[in-house]
């Protein structure tokens, strides 16, 4: 087995830019934070590599020892060429070049993908889908899309858009989506929609529960609140739960019988709120998938949890090493 060999990762959010120094065998050398909220590119990319630079400096390293540079970020992007396009909540950033501004700050190959795709790889490369070559990994937080595994390839599709299952309509008459389709998972079950709906609902409801738990105001109600709320057994939350529940255990029973996983993960609300989440999915995901498919299939909370982001990054370009025959897969060593 060849020694492990360093990898930089970059997952930018919406607000933080997660830097991480992870080695090939799956080691979390050292991370940092870059804070990204509202700020223009030009003014976080140099802080990402001077982030970058540090870490490698504080392990001892140069960027001699560095094997290759990973980043993700929201979609939309250009692929192929390593752009970023015009993501909704990176609202400055907009036709950036960082695969290429990455790759010529640290004089190695830099890769690029978009977070959900990321998100997947990390969790089968190193947390709840090692060994499986059928998985996905479903982010279930402001929005919801997917990182899609099969056959242990990949799957980004004919313009690199495969894994936005958040956008599979569930009702055609259901509530308008942000992307501006009708009845969407993500518009009856996503973090934002719920909260919108809800501080909608309970904008003339001073003495609500849920209210109440935001402080009296409103406008701080998100799923942290309403699941507090629902352990705490308001009535109002707990119908606004059971049906987003049955909307959830929809989507993913219909996932069950197209994609046939072995594997599916999920990540962040079901990671947060652990059996709250998972004991009326399990019990209700019977109805909407068949039994074979369904009962090969374990779902689970992604084991990576709050590291996720260090590891998206780092994944992307290890996955493409592993794409070029220059990197084997974890389990294909033991």
Request: aromatic residues 6%; proline residues 5%.
């Amino acid at each position: 087995m060849e020694n492990p060999f360093p990898i930089l990762g970059f997952d930018v959010g919406g607000t933080k830019v997660a830097v991480s120094l992870v080695l090939s065998d799956g080691t979390l050398v050292a991370s940092s934070r870059v804070p990204n909220k509202e700020r223009e590119p030009d003014d976080v990319l140099p802080a990402m590599v001077s982030a970058g630079k540090s870490l490698l400096a504080d392990a001892g390293m140069t960027r001699d020892d560095l094997k290759a540079v990973g980043v993700c970020t929201p979609s939309p992007l250009d692929f192929k060429n390593g752009i970023v396009m015009a993501p909704s909540n990176l609202k400055k950033w907009k036709h950036v070049p960082i695969r290429d501004y990455l790759s010529e700050a640290f004089g190695v190959r830099a890769f690029f993908d978009n977070d959900s795709n990321a998100s997947g790889l990390a969790e089968w490369l190193f947390g709840s889908g090692v060994g499986t070559q059928d998985m996905l990994y479903i982010s279930i937080s402001t929005g919801i899309g997917a990182g899609v595994i099969a056959n242990g390839r990949l799957v980004r599709g004919a313009t690199c858009d495969a894994g936005e299952v958040g956008h599979m309509i569930l009702d055609v008459n259901g509530p308008l989506c942000n992307c501006g389709l009708r009845g969407c998972w993500e518009a009856f079950s996503g973090g934002r929609a719920i909260a919108q709906r809800v501080q909608r609902e309970l904008a003339n409801s001073p003495n609500s529960a849920v209210v109440q738990l935001a402080g009296g105001n409103i406008d701080n109600i998100d799923m942290k609140t309403i699941s507090d709320a629902v352990e705490a057994n308001d009535p109002y939350a707990c119908a606004i739960w059971d049906e987003m529940m049955e909307r959830h255990a929809q989507a993913i029973g219909m996932l069950h019988n197209i994609f046939n996983p072995s594997i599916i993960a999920l990540g962040t609300i079901a990671i947060q709120c652990g059996d709250l989440f998972m004991k009326p999915l399990l019990e209700r995901v019977k109805k909407y998938g068949w039994k074979q498919p369904r009962e090969a299939c374990s779902i689970v909370p992604g084991k990576l949890g709050s590291k996720l982001g260090e590891y998206a990054g780092a994944s992307v370009a290890l996955y493409a090493l592993h794409e070029l025959g220059e990197w084997d897969l974890p389990w294909q060593n033991n």
